[in-house]
């Protein structure tokens, strides 16, 4: 069974179906993307599998559980952790205090050599560490925001849109960090405007219109479809 397995997912919104029967799964170590035009329920299917919106249907396995109706505080200690769209952080806390929080639900005695390798990853935040997060750049709170998503020792991050609003030099930053997360153990599901990118560095890669899975392959396979090409990629 794959480490993670959504079968038949559907969520709606009131009497707006956003997601209608999805399927799809992501094996151990993998980092497999969602792509799709906006409104196509990509994030309501992370949404969902956070525990954060309730689907109305379908089944979520997740490491060998059942997660289907888990409280969204049950999965993140399950392991499964999203990185929200806009980042979330707490502005008026410092970047160190915003970390700390990322490691709430841990009980062991390793949340600060934890934390230093969250300085060693983003030096960045880690010259900044005393300052209010709300004062750093878009960027930067980015790289905070999946700072803290690592502190809780996530076995599957969920990025929603990790790339947006970001300037070129620190959206090719944001991707190398993600590769480097993949690479060192963490499995990743990736949801992200910037297909080209996304499809470039993913395992397996999903794309979703009006709510439906209609394209599933390798990330360099639907890189060279071109009806993807012609969909997403100004081809």
Do not use: C
């Amino acid at each position: 069974m794959a480490f993670l397995e959504v079968q038949n997912l559907s969520v709606s919104y009131g009497t707006v179906e956003a997601v209608r029967s999805v399927s799809f799964s992501v094996e151990r170590g993998q980092l497999a993307t969602l792509i799709g035009a906006n409104g196509a329920g990509k994030s309501s299917t992370l949404l969902a599998l956070s525990g954060l919106v309730r689907a109305q249907a379908g089944t979520v396995r997740f490491d060998g559980q059942d997660i289907t109706g888990w409280p969204a505080d049950k999965i993140v200690r399950a392991g499964l952790v999203q990185v929200p769209e806009g980042r979330a952080i707490l502005q008026p806390l410092t970047v160190g205090e915003n970390l700390e929080l990322g490691a709430w639900i841990r009980r062991d005695h390793e949340v600060k050599a934890d934390l230093g390798k969250i300085w060693g990853l983003f030096p960045r935040l880690a010259d900044r560490r005393h300052q209010a997060a709300g004062t750093l750049s878009g960027g930067e709170q980015q790289m905070l925001a999946i700072g803290r998503a690592l502190m809780s020792r996530p076995k599957l991050l969920l990025l929603d849109e990790p790339s947006m609003g970001l300037a070129p030099l620190m959206i090719n930053a944001v991707f190398e960090l993600i590769q480097r997360i993949q690479q060192e153990g963490t499995t990743i599901l990736l949801v992200e405007q910037n297909a080209r990118k996304a499809l470039k560095i993913s395992d397996t890669a999903s794309v979703l219109e009006h709510g439906t899975i209609v394209r599933q392959g390798h990330g360099a396979e639907l890189l060279a479809s071109p009806e993807v090409i012609k969909a997403f990629l100004g081809g």
